[in-house]
């Protein structure tokens, strides 16, 4: 039996609208050799989410956005049906999140799986939220810098304020005087620098010749440490009388004295009086100066020819039986 041409334009066409009609639905979540549950969830705005998005669980694709519509009377408050496959234990707590899938802003819906014990069934409602969009993470972003911002400015508004009445025009002045008056001590302590060095260079031999009498009397006094020593020792048992003594009329005393040898030293300085007039003038480092030599032969002779200055007698009487 012949089939007629007819009959398979037919079959065939007839084929061809089922697979159109299948894959139109595959393209838009509907499969039709799976069992599928279908949930909703209602968002405020879905940021662009449209239908046939994937509807994602940890990044894996586990069905996809179906029908969106806006609920009546709702202020304007948007019904996305969300299509799961069965295998998928979704439960009752869940959240489905709007979330951009990529870079270019594509949208999708991913499932936060709650920790509840019942599951949901197919026709409920799950909890709902949104990622934040660019714009509101930005201002996120933006927000804790431009407080910080603020509060700068804030600061720096506040110092400048204070500097403006710290630094004001006697101040300035003030601080002018001041740096004129470091250059000017700055100069001064650079020509005394310069003076002490040309007296040092001026009077090399006179310090030399002081240094090197100095190094000798050192010597001898280092020759007769046993008698230094006494000397101590002695001033050691003067100063525990002192100690022993009455103090505060000792300190009272000790008082006026400094005062009196301050006037006296004001005097000196000044030029007035035999002192004043011997401190002021060279002549008396002349003279201390061959002083100081004439005791230092005094000294060699005494040590070289002690005879002459200590006559020693012998007193004693002849003993008689």
Do not use: H
């Not at 991913?110 to 993470?137: F, I, R």
């Amino acid at each position: 039996m012949k089939i007629k041409k007819e009959v398979k334009i037919g079959v065939i066409t007839t084929i061809a609208i089922a697979c159109f009609l299948y894959g139109f639905n595959f393209l838009k979540g509907k499969n039709f050799f799976s069992k599928q549950r279908t949930f909703y969830a209602v968002y405020n705005d879905i940021d662009g989410l449209v239908e046939a998005n994937p509807l994602l669980l940890n990044g894996f694709k586990v069905g996809m956005v179906g029908k969106i519509k806006i609920l009546p009377n709702t202020n304007g408050r948007i019904c996305v049906a969300l299509t799961v496959e069965n295998e998928v234990p979704v439960p009752y707590n869940s959240i489905a999140k709007v979330v951009s899938s990529d870079l270019l802003g594509s949208k999708a819906v991913t499932l936060l799986l709650g920790s509840s014990p019942s599951l949901a069934k197919t026709g409920d409602t799950l909890l709902s939220s949104q990622e934040d969009n660019l714009k509101e993470a930005v201002n996120k972003t933006i927000a804790p810098l431009q407080a910080k911002a603020q509060s700068l400015l804030a600061s720096l508004d506040s110092l400048m304020i204070v500097f403006k009445q710290v630094f004001n025009e006697n101040t300035q002045k003030n601080l002018a005087k001041s740096f004129e008056s470091i250059k000017g001590a700055i100069g001064s302590l650079e020509i005394t620098s310069f003076r002490l060095d040309t007296l040092v260079k001026t009077e090399k031999v006179k310090i030399s010749s002081i240094l090197t009498k100095i190094n000798k009397l050192a010597t001898t006094l280092a020759d007769n440490s046993d008698k230094l020593g006494n000397a101590i020792n002695n001033f050691s048992n003067i100063s525990d009388s002192i100690a022993k003594s009455n103090l505060v009329s000792a300190i009272n005393n000790a008082d006026v004295a400094l005062n009196q040898a301050s006037i006296i030293m004001t005097k000196i300085n000044k030029g007035e009086g035999t002192m004043g007039m011997l401190v002021n003038n060279d002549s008396l480092y002349k003279k201390l100066d061959k002083t100081s030599e004439d005791l230092d032969k005094l000294l060699k002779d005494v040590r070289l020819n002690p005879n002459r200055y200590i006559n020693i007698r012998n007193k004693r009487k002849p003993y008689k039986d």
